[in-house]
């Protein structure tokens, strides 16, 4: 077996939420101790290493090994990034990070899209433009956008979705470069439960990508700049999902009608408090007539809960799951040996978690491999 790698301790713990004192503590061992094993300074007991592995959900073998996956990791945008506590932002990060070297190892065998975004897109002077822009380059023309997932996976943007023990996170991008090749990610929340808060959610996502720079570090900004930087990707997403010159056609002759607004929720797949912003950043309804008509919506508790919500059909990733399906459709790999092949590379990771990860339906890798070969074959009947 391989030296013991105490750095996968910490990733593992961060992976999962938890301050040295809180694993400490379900280990039943002291701070100091649990420090050591992560400094690499003492190794840990049989027990103390099932311990880790029950506690952790991280096979044994996970902390005895290294990968050899390049990784450059960029910035990390998070909506409500000043009220969320930074070791539920860590532990999305960490989640993701993984995630990237899983994309990487399958990326060897599955041709995904290419990445395709404007390289010039800084040159507009504003989000509005920025939304005008991308949709004319996607050639989307000024159409409502039915599946905002689906189109982000076409162009080449990793999108998956996690758990999370917060409301505080919505979303979040981040930026790698993989053994050299530039990729953004996308993770959002699944206890959303509405398809057009996601749709709005990765829209917002999509304004990071285009509008802000990948290398600095977002903690150190400070206060004003960051809430600068989330309105610029909340106007970015309200234009790319609602087309100025198209969405007031529509909206023009009820425009303070909540009624309205629900039925073009059905069209636009935008949340009806979205679509009333929009409304009164584009002037055709006056401040006065928003605040009326959000007062409106909380006192029917419409703030929390919208019309057709649970009506519309809520989108999930696709781009993890095919890319599996078709590795195994075509026999390139077995379900244990994708399993073996990801701990081949240091990858090894616990059946459940890898399904979490790729948003897959629980006991995926438990469900028996299709046996296609049959012996049987249809006669040929005679005239």
Not at 2 to 7: D, R, V
Not at 203 to 222: F, R, Y
Not at 332 to 361: C, D, H, I, N, R
């Amino acid at each position: 077996m391989n030296k013991f790698n105490g750095s996968r301790v910490k990733f593992a713990r961060l992976y999962n939420g938890l301050t040295v004192d809180e694993l400490a503590k379900r280990l039943e061992i002291s701070p100091q101790a649990e420090s050591q094993y992560e400094m690499d300074k003492i190794t840990p007991q049989f027990d103390k290493l099932v311990s880790l592995s029950q506690v952790l959900n991280f096979p044994v073998d996970f902390f005895f090994q290294n990968d050899s996956i390049t990784m450059e990791i960029g910035s990390s945008y998070f909506r409500s990034l000043m009220k969320t506590p930074k070791k539920y932002r860590t532990e999305q990060k960490t989640k993701v990070q993984l995630f990237a070297k899983l994309f990487s190892v399958i990326s060897e065998y599955v041709n995904f899209p290419e990445l395709d975004l404007p390289t010039d897109i800084e040159t507009y002077d504003s989000p509005e433009e920025a939304a005008q822009y991308i949709r004319s380059y996607w050639k989307l023309g000024d159409k409502p956008i039915q599946n905002v997932i689906k189109l982000l996976e076409a162009k080449g943007i990793i999108v998956t979705t996690f758990e999370t023990n917060t409301p505080d996170i919505d979303a979040f991008s981040q930026f790698f470069r993989l053994n050299g090749e530039k990729h953004f990610f996308i993770a959002y929340s699944n206890n959303k439960e509405s398809a057009t808060r996601i749709n709005f959610d990765l829209a917002h996502e999509l304004g990071h990508i285009l509008l802000h720079t990948w290398n600095e570090d977002l903690e150190d900004c400070s206060r004003e700049e960051f809430k600068q930087k989330e309105k610029e990707a909340n106007e970015f997403a309200a234009a790319f999902l609602l087309p100025k010159e198209s969405f007031i056609k529509d909206v023009r002759f009820f425009p303070t009608e909540i009624s309205h607004y629900t039925e073009l929720k059905k069209k636009w797949r935008v949340s009806i408090g979205a679509m009333i912003h929009r409304a009164c950043e584009l002037g055709i309804i006056s401040m006065n007539q928003y605040q009326y008509m959000i007062r409106t919506m909380s006192a029917k508790g419409m703030r929390t809960s919208e019309p057709l919500d649970n009506i519309l059909e809520i989108p999930y990733p696709r781009l993890m799951k095919d890319a599996l399906e078709l590795l195994i459709e075509n026999d390139v790999f077995t379900k244990q040996e994708l399993l073996e092949e990801f701990s081949t590379l240091g990858l090894s990771m616990e059946k459940a978690e890898l399904e979490k990860l790729f948003a897959l339906k629980k006991g995926f890798f438990d469900e028996e491999e299709k046996d296609d070969f049959s012996p049987l074959v249809l006669k040929t009947h005679k005239e």
